[in-house]
């Protein structure tokens, strides 16, 4: 019966959005907290088995341990080699002093190394995921190495969208190889929630990022490789990376429409038409990507100072895709187009 009620207790708190409260309720829900089972099955339920080895240790020592870790990797978490990669780049601290004497010279301190994503990672925990890591990946680890900048330039990040098609062709294999074997997944993007305001002059996002989470670049790089070849979604799903819809959903989906309606046309240009637009987006939906309220306001400002223009098919698209659940905001701007296409034409007959 003691067995049963612990069991059942670590199935309620693994769908608790935050266990703090339930914590803090008694010392029987403290001591569940403390299960490396219920830590690992909350990770897993909460964040999915492609993040939770990022999450476990950005939750911070007093959550991430060696049986926590050893029951996530037996519950099918995914480590990579970019996890591994990006976890020797972040590991340990600075010598404070060292820092301080460098700031009093003036020797150009880059601080944005310090107090990183996995700088107080205890050891036993880092050598755990290396070793274990190792063992499972069964190749080169090539710790110094960059998987995420391999895949920049496997994918043509450094080339024009019209150049990058044709080299990420020829290096599909490669590809492949990254994501099966190597199970290259980038770091989740950085939650809204922690995004901050950008300065005037645009703030300056470091590489890796303290807080680990991938930055907006590191993102769209991504996104780009997905919209010049969707089968890569396919790819991470086949090794467990499942949110990668989610985490990619707002810059995929609204890339596609700016490929669909570029905002510098050729002359030869013609506007899609609905059906066209529907037909684009339609394909993204069956990888599991989805048209959100967001996405929709988001691209009614988008092409705003082109909404007479792209308007119609594209908003009529969307009421289309979303049926009764369109957001209002679509049908008072089509309102709007109409009316202002109305007036138009009725003063060209005045002429």
């Given at each position: 019966?003691?067995?049963?009620?612990?069991?059942?207790?670590?199935?309620?708190?693994r769908?608790?959005?935050?266990?703090?409260?339930?914590i803090?309720?008694?010392?029987?829900?403290?001591?569940?907290?403390?299960?490396?089972?219920?830590?690992?099955?909350?990770?897993?339920?909460?964040?999915?088995?492609?993040?939770?080895?990022?999450?476990?240790?950005?939750?911070?020592?007093?959550?991430?341990?060696?049986?926590?870790?050893?029951?996530?990797?037996?519950?099918?978490?995914?480590?990579?080699?970019?996890?591994?990669?990006?976890?020797?780049?972040?590991?340990?601290?600075?010598?404070?002093?060292?820092?301080?004497?460098?700031?009093?010279?003036?020797?150009?301190?880059?601080?944005?190394?310090?107090?990183?994503?996995?700088?107080n990672?205890?050891?036993?925990?880092?050598?755990?995921?290396?070793?274990?890591?190792?063992?499972?990946?069964?190749?080169?680890?090539?710790?110094?190495?960059?998987?995420?900048?391999?895949?920049?330039?496997?994918?043509?990040?450094?080339?024009?969208?019209?150049?990058?098609?044709?080299?990420?062709?020829?290096?599909?294999?490669?590809?492949?190889?990254?994501?099966?074997?190597?199970?290259f997944?980038?770091?989740?993007?950085?939650?809204?929630?922690?995004?901050?305001?950008?300065?005037?002059?645009?703030?300056?996002?470091?590489?890796?990022?303290?807080?680990?989470?991938?930055?907006?670049?590191?993102?769209?790089?991504?996104?780009?490789?997905?919209?010049?070849?969707?089968?890569?979604?396919?790819?991470?799903?086949?090794?467990?990376?499942?949110?990668?819809?989610?985490?990619?959903?707002?810059?995929?989906?609204?890339?596609?429409?700016?490929?669909?309606?570029?905002?510098?046309?050729?002359?030869?240009?013609?506007?899609?038409?609905?059906?066209?637009i529907?037909?684009?987006?339609?394909k993204?939906?069956?990888l599991?990507?989805?048209?959100?309220?967001?996405?929709?306001?988001?691209?009614?400002?988008?092409?705003?100072?082109?909404?007479?223009?792209?308007?119609?098919?594209?908003?009529?698209?969307?009421?289309?895709?979303?049926?009764?659940?369109?957001?209002?905001?679509?049908?008072?701007?089509?309102?709007?187009?109409?009316?202002?296409?109305?007036?138009?034409?009725?003063?060209?007959?005045?002429?």
């Amino acid at each position: 019966m003691e067995s049963l009620c612990s069991e059942l207790k670590v199935e309620i708190f693994r769908y608790v959005s935050t266990p703090i409260a339930l914590i803090l309720l008694n010392r029987n829900w403290y001591s569940t907290s403390q299960d490396p089972h219920a830590r690992a099955e909350w990770l897993i339920y909460k964040y999915g088995r492609a993040h939770s080895l990022f999450h476990a240790i950005r939750l911070g020592n007093n959550f991430v341990t060696v049986e926590v870790v050893q029951v996530l990797l037996a519950k099918k978490a995914v480590i990579s080699r970019y996890f591994i990669q990006r976890l020797v780049m972040q590991f340990g601290t600075s010598d404070p002093k060292l820092t301080e004497m460098r700031i009093k010279y003036n020797m150009n301190v880059d601080t944005s190394k310090d107090e990183t994503w996995a700088s107080n990672l205890s050891l036993p925990v880092f050598t755990k995921l290396v070793t274990e890591a190792t063992n499972e990946l069964k190749c080169d680890m090539a710790i110094r190495g960059n998987d995420l900048e391999l895949f920049h330039y496997l994918t043509a990040g450094a080339l024009t969208i019209n150049q990058a098609p044709a080299v990420l062709s020829e290096n599909i294999q490669h590809i492949e190889d990254l994501i099966i074997n190597k199970k290259f997944i980038p770091f989740p993007p950085r939650p809204k929630t922690l995004v901050r305001k950008s300065s005037p002059g645009g703030e300056v996002e470091y590489y890796p990022s303290k807080d680990g989470y991938e930055n907006n670049r590191q993102i769209n790089l991504i996104s780009r490789a997905v919209l010049i070849q969707p089968e890569l979604v396919n790819l991470w799903k086949n090794i467990g990376y499942n949110e990668v819809c989610s985490d990619l959903n707002e810059i995929v989906v609204e890339g596609t429409l700016l490929v669909c309606l570029p905002p510098n046309p050729p002359d030869n240009w013609i506007c899609p038409s609905t059906d066209d637009i529907i037909e684009r987006l339609q394909k993204l939906f069956k990888l599991g990507f989805r048209l959100t309220d967001r996405i929709i306001e988001e691209s009614i400002n988008l092409f705003e100072s082109r909404i007479n223009i792209v308007g119609e098919p594209l908003l009529n698209a969307f009421s289309k895709i979303q049926g009764n659940s369109t957001p209002a905001i679509v049908k008072s701007t089509l309102t709007k187009i109409r009316k202002t296409g109305k007036k138009t034409r009725n003063s060209r007959k005045k002429r």
